[in-house]
């Protein structure tokens, strides 16, 4: 009768258990969350922010639910459309790397609802600096000298009040394009300088056979005057009077 007793306690008892470890279970997986090694977390509880950024691992939130944000180096791509000195229009795309600070991190989350909204206030922030410095600048310097203009650019973007919360390591100027119309205007005036270099290629030529030509001899004179009437031999026979004048 006792063993009966005791086997029926038994059978009562392991749902029981069963329950309180199921419970356990839930209690755990809603109370002990993860923060990953690419993230920094803050906590927030009945919509109170705790200053406290949780490390890499397992941590208890309790009630609460971590905001996440990630402490990789981040890559932007910001574009541009702005006008140039001259009234060009001037797409340009630049690179940014910036890496949140830690100790930024609370004040980050709680100025800003989500990254997505960082992200669009700082880019028109940007855009708005952008702009002004292309404005000091024709087209053509713009091409010629990038790389001072990246620099200017880095400096004028870095002191934007909303890139306080991270470490600005980098800015360049990945590409820069006009208009249609203005690089037809490049490619012509590129043409024009080619064809211009060659006419003074030739001047300085004719103008140091001219200077030669009054020291050579009379025989080698002749010699030239009758050689030349002989297709394709000339230059010959103008390097030869040459060298004659020279002895």
Do not use: C
């Amino acid at each position: 009768m006792d063993k009966n007793n005791k086997l029926l306690s038994m059978l009562i008892l392991i749902p029981k258990i069963l329950f309180s470890i199921i419970l356990l279970i839930v209690f755990l997986t809603f109370t002990i969350s993860i923060v990953n090694y690419d993230e920094y977390a803050i906590e927030k509880e009945f919509g109170q922010l705790y200053s406290e950024v949780k490390d890499p691992g397992f941590t208890w939130v309790g009630f609460g639910s971590l905001i996440r944000v990630n402490n990789q180096v981040r890559n932007y791509e910001v574009v541009v459309s702005a006008a140039s000195s001259d009234y060009q229009d001037v797409t340009m795309t630049l690179n940014m790397n910036t890496k949140i600070k830690k100790d930024s991190v609370y004040d980050f989350t709680k100025n800003y609802p989500s990254e997505e909204v960082y992200t669009h206030y700082l880019n028109n922030k940007i855009q708005e600096k952008v702009k002004s410095i292309v404005l000091k600048y024709d087209a053509e310097t713009i091409l010629k000298n990038r790389l001072n203009i990246s620099h200017e650019l880095y400096l004028s973007v870095k002191d934007i009040p909303e890139l306080q919360y991270f470490e600005f390591n980098d800015l360049t100027i990945k590409d820069v394009q006009f208009s249609p119309k203005f690089n037809e205007i490049l490619e012509r005036k590129a043409q024009v300088k080619q064809e211009y270099e060659i006419i003074e290629r030739q001047k300085q030529n004719l103008d140091l056979l001219n200077e030669n030509m009054k020291n050579i001899n009379i025989d080698t004179y002749f010699k030239y005057q009758l050689i030349e009437k002989w297709d394709g031999k000339s230059s010959l026979i103008i390097s030869d009077a040459l060298l004659t004048s020279q002895k």
